[in-house]
């Protein structure tokens, strides 16, 4: 019953994403896209669905049945029966990709999976954060009955009661609707969210740049131990990384199709559940539109501002409000907010802990997903033999994926500085999460900007057929002269 | 085209290298893994006292840990996971205390010293404790 349920959750998901982007149902590369996007959607409409019945009709299975069939059984017929129209997603045209890069990727996924697997053997339960935290909440949701919201309570410090609720809904809604406390479907929730994040990543580059780059960072995503592991350990911040990501990969595309308005609809949706997943949403939320703004101003014209910042806010608006919801009615006060401004007006003077964030910072860039070599150094490497070779109908979209990321570190940097008491614990606990929520938005900004690579040989004529193959649907933005960056 | 190549199957190793050498790694840790310590074994603990509890109890805590022991905070977050929904708070200033020491009996002379009669022993270092302080 409780896979019957997460399977529901991602189908409603799914049905969410077709809806908006209808395509044929076949295998294709629009059909991955749809796949993976549709679990964050689905994940996040359940999550939040859970919330609104508990709190204004309290425990009742019945009534969270009841909606719960109403939201999926409509969205389920709404994707099902949509035609297809607008927009079909295909792979970019490019060089010609071998094929030992897809089973490179088989074999990188598969790695991944293993590595998922072992360490939820290992660790059902999740590690520090999951049962300190998010896993300790769902019990609360499920186990509390009408006293749920001692999941709040200020009494038990240690499980940050001001946090949000997304992956403890999502969790407390399948055990109560299958009617147990399953240990499974954390594991199942973690895991797809993995998932997810991973084929937004490759179809998203896919669409964008072209398979070879696709299957590139995909290779480099899924063999990022430390990314697979927060997933695994059950972290609410794989699914803070899957929203960052969708939010900027949807933007992009957003810029690839102009005229096609609905990608800002999406990208709204997917920033607005951000802020339910993890705090720092907030902060995502805030350095997305500062970003967006930037970049339409610099590089647009200014009549698109006001039309994808519509559909963007109309995205945004009912996650937003669900989490304002929950913030002004339930959570507590933030224990780092709570400080007196003269405390955090110290921390600012002592230059001691800008050394040591930037020390920190540094150090973590060094040994960003455990890899056997700095990855950085790595993709210097690949930068140096490759280039950059950024399209001029690239730029909005990549300012926007760069401005958003920039901000995003500069904002917690200051979080850093400004905050906790004790900066090297904080620092220690904390920073190479909040790096790896940005992994994989940073590969979809090096490879977008990266020059598609050339590795197989191919006869003048048919790479000539190639670069004339027209997507089907509606025209995207045509290539203009590029940006070569040495 | 050799550069293109030379980039793309250099980064694609060392991330499968990489990926694989942690793989043989996790593979390792699982085979010599012991569960003497974590949710489980806090589970298995805690299962009687957790039968026994009221609803809705809210508890004070005490551990044999040294103060400073890291695993202080660990155990008081797993003892916390365990008992939801009933809330565990981090002292003992509550009617009800559970006790979760490692030694073979509790030092009563701790106990009294800290107005704590014991209630009920539920084995594997879990103690039920009255708070009789005024």
């Known amino acids: 019953m409780t896979f019957l349920c997460i399977a529901l959750i991602w189908l409603t998901g799914f049905s969410i994403a077709r809806f908006l982007f209808p395509a044929a149902p076949r295998w294709s590369l629009h059909s991955v896209f749809l796949f993976s996007l549709g679990t964050g959607l689905g994940m996040g409409t359940a999550s939040c669905l859970y919330f609104i019945c508990l709190a204004l009709f309290g425990p009742s299975p019945l009534i969270l049945?009841?909606?719960?069939?109403?939201?999926?059984?409509?969205?389920?017929?709404?994707?099902?029966?949509?035609?297809?129209?607008?927009?079909?997603?295909?792979?970019?045209?490019?060089?010609?990709?071998?094929?030992?890069?897809?089973?490179?990727?088989?074999?990188?996924?598969?790695?991944?999976?293993?590595?998922f697997v072992v360490l939820s053997l290992e660790k059902p339960q999740g590690e520090w954060d999951a049962w300190s935290i998010w896993n300790l909440k769902a019990r609360f949701l499920f186990r509390g009955g009408e006293d749920w919201k001692n999941a709040l309570s200020i009494q038990i410090p240690s499980s940050h009661p001001d946090y949000p609720l997304l992956l403890p809904s999502v969790v407390a809604l399948c055990w109560t609707l299958g009617r147990a406390e399953s240990v499974s479907v954390p594991i199942a929730v973690a895991f797809l969210f993995t998932l997810g994040a991973c084929g937004l990543l490759i179809s998203s580059l896919g669409i964008l740049r072209g398979k070879t780059s696709a299957l590139l960072a995909g290779i480099v995503v899924l063999a990022a131990s430390s990314f697979i592991q927060l997933g695994a350990m059950q972290y609410a911040d794989l699914p803070m990384s899957f929203y960052i990501l969708a939010t900027l990969a949807l933007l992009c595309l957003q810029d690839r199709f102009p005229r096609d308005l609905r990608f800002s609809f999406a990208a709204g949706l997917a920033a607005g559940v951000a802020p339910w997943a993890k705090n720092e949403g907030w902060l995502f939320l805030a350095a997305v539109l500062l970003a967006r703004l930037i970049a339409i101003l610099r590089f647009e014209s200014r009549a698109v501002l006001g039309p994808q910042f519509l559909r963007f806010a109309a995205g945004a608006l009912t996650?937003?409000?669900?989490?304002?919801?929950?913030?002004?009615?339930?959570?507590?006060?933030?224990?780092?907010?709570?400080?007196?401004?003269?405390?955090?007006?110290?921390?600012?003077?002592?230059?001691?802990?800008?050394?040591?964030?930037?020390?920190?910072?540094?150090?973590?860039?060094?040994?960003?997903?455990?890899?056997?070599?700095?990855?950085?150094?790595?993709?210097?490497?690949?930068?140096?033999?490759?280039?950059?070779q950024v399209e001029a109908r690239d730029r909005t979209a990549l300012a926007t994926v760069l401005l958003a990321l920039g901000l995003m570190l500069t904002g917690e940097f200051a979080v850093y500085v400004v905050f906790p008491p004790d900066i090297i614990t904080q620092l220690n606990v904390s920073l190479e999460r909040l790096v790896m929520q940005l992994w994989p938005s940073g590969l979809l900004a090096f490879f977008l900007a990266a020059n598609a690579p050339e590795i197989v040989a191919v006869p003048t004529h048919v790479a000539a057929k190639s670069q004339k193959r027209k997507p089907r649907g509606v025209a995207p933005k045509p290539a203009q002269p590029s940006m070569r960056l040495n | 085209m050799a550069r293109h190549q030379f980039a793309v199957i250099a980064?694609?190793?060392?991330?499968?290298?990489?990926?694989?050498?942690?793989?043989?790694?996790?593979?390792?840790?699982?085979?010599?893994?012991?569960?003497?310590?974590?949710?489980?074994?806090?589970?298995?603990?805690?299962?009687?006292?957790?039968?026994?509890?009221?609803?809705?109890?809210?508890?004070?805590?005490?551990?044999?840990?040294?103060?400073?022991?890291?695993?202080?905070?660990?155990?008081?977050?797993?003892?916390?996971?365990?008992?939801?929904?009933?809330?565990v708070t981090p002292f003992i200033r509550q009617r009800l205390v559970v006790l979760n020491y490692h030694s073979a009996t509790p030092d009563l002379a701790i106990l009294h010293a800290r107005h704590l009669t014991p209630l009920r022993d539920f084995g594997k270092g879990v103690l039920l404790c009255r708070n009789d302080a005024p």
């Open chain 2, 11 to 87: 980064l694609a190793a060392v991330a499968l290298a990489s990926s694989f050498w942690q793989l043989l790694d996790l593979f390792s840790d699982y085979t010599r893994a012991s569960s003497t310590f974590g949710v489980a074994s806090f589970e298995d603990r805690f299962s009687e006292f957790r039968k026994a509890l009221p609803p809705h109890a809210v508890l004070g805590y005490l551990s044999d840990n040294p103060v400073n022991d890291p695993s202080n905070q660990s155990e008081f977050n797993l003892t916390q996971y365990t008992l939801a929904p009933a809330i």
């Open chain 1, 319 to 388: 996650p937003v409000a669900v989490v304002a919801f929950f913030k002004f009615h339930f959570a507590p006060p933030n224990d780092l907010l709570a400080q007196k401004p003269a405390e955090l007006a110290a921390h600012i003077a002592l230059f001691g802990r800008w050394i040591i964030t930037l020390e920190g910072l540094a150090k973590i860039i060094l040994v960003l997903g455990g890899f056997l070599l700095p990855i950085v150094l790595m993709l210097g490497l690949y930068w140096f033999l490759v280039r950059f």
């Open chain 1, 65 to 115: 049945a009841g909606f719960g069939a109403i939201l999926a059984g409509a969205a389920i017929l709404g994707g099902m029966t949509a035609k297809s129209r607008g927009v079909t997603l295909e792979w970019a045209a490019g060089p010609v990709t071998p094929a030992y890069l897809t089973w490179l990727v088989a074999a990188a996924a598969a790695m991944a999976v293993a590595m």
